[in-house]
């Protein structure tokens, strides 16, 4: 029984330590144009200089109802934290009053435009930040959030200010069909992770698009995952239908969405072999 005791006291005191690693997330604002755009950052203890990360959320926004940020998202803020990375949210609809965007159809936030502007406002503000390493920032996106990253690092709109450009670039699941339809090509490395079931964001556009751009652009890597749909990362989401969906590859509005461990472990083992080139 004391043996016992001792091993249950020896596995807390474990977790205690693993959680008092994981620093509480920061909230911060950047000045914009007409907009303080509002983002949440995952830092290290130390003072570095760390390398870093601007995340780009979903349609459906960063944060729930009660003003916490997703689930999803502060999972990937803290597993890159642990590694090192100090990683910034933009908040680009909570920022402008809006809420979840993925059954609007005509979005007022667009990721070709407004998203790609927050990315790059969120790198300069931690370009300049003394614990951070200028050199090493990069980009990471999801859905929405992965199409405005394909946009933010083609050549077209390459970074004209005399600052750090974005080191790499990680996708998961964008809507790759009009970026392939104007010959996408990206100016830096860029790994895109997609599942091959996604009725949301056609597999099948972002491996033409890719193809399309081999020969003039940077190095791109595409992995498709068989079975997976989109939120395949997610951790613990059964399987479900989504109905009502705008902009999405299935004409009818239904999508499905949930986890595939066999795809989230090979894209969280990618995503930190990628990063750390």
Not at 17 to 25: D, F, G, K, L, Y
Not at 53 to 81: F, M, S, T, V
Not at 177 to 195: C, D, E, F, Q
């Amino acid at each position: 029984m004391r043996r016992l005791i001792l091993m249950a006291a020896a596995i807390v005191l474990t977790m205690t330590a693993a959680q008092a690693q994981i620093r509480a997330p920061e909230q911060i604002e950047i000045p914009l144009n007409d907009v303080r755009l509002r983002a949440t950052l995952f830092k290290p203890d130390g003072t570095g200089p760390f390398p870093a990360i601007i995340a780009l959320h979903g349609c459906e926004g960063l944060k729930d109802g009660a003003g916490e940020i997703l689930p999803q998202y502060r999972e990937w803020g803290e597993r890159l934290q642990r590694l090192g990375y100090a990683v910034l949210f933009p908040d680009s609809f909570g920022s402008r009053g809006h809420g979840s965007q993925c059954r609007v159809r005509e979005r007022p936030i667009r990721a070709s435009r407004t998203r790609m502007g927050d990315a790059n406002a969120a790198r300069r503000w931690m370009q300049v930040q003394q614990w951070s390493n200028a050199e090493r920032v990069s980009l990471v996106g999801w859905s929405h959030g992965a199409t405005a990253a394909l946009y933010t690092i083609r050549r077209r709109a390459e970074v004209r200010d005399g600052t750090p450009d974005f080191r790499s670039a990680i996708a998961f699941y964008p809507s790759c069909k009009r970026l392939g339809l104007t010959a996408w090509s990206g100016r830096v490395p860029t790994l895109i992770l997609i599942g091959k079931a996604d009725d949301w964001a056609a597999a099948t556009s972002c491996e033409q698009m890719v193809a399309g751009a081999r020969g003039r652009s940077a190095q791109v890597q595409i992995s498709v995952y068989p079975g997976a749909y989109h939120h395949f990362d997610r951790s613990n989401e059964p399987l479900h239908e989504l109905t009502g969906i705008a902009n999405s590859a299935s004409p009818n509005g239904r999508v499905h969405v949930g986890t595939n461990l066999a795809a989230r472990d090979d894209s969280i083992r990618r995503v930190q072999e990628f990063l750390a080139r």
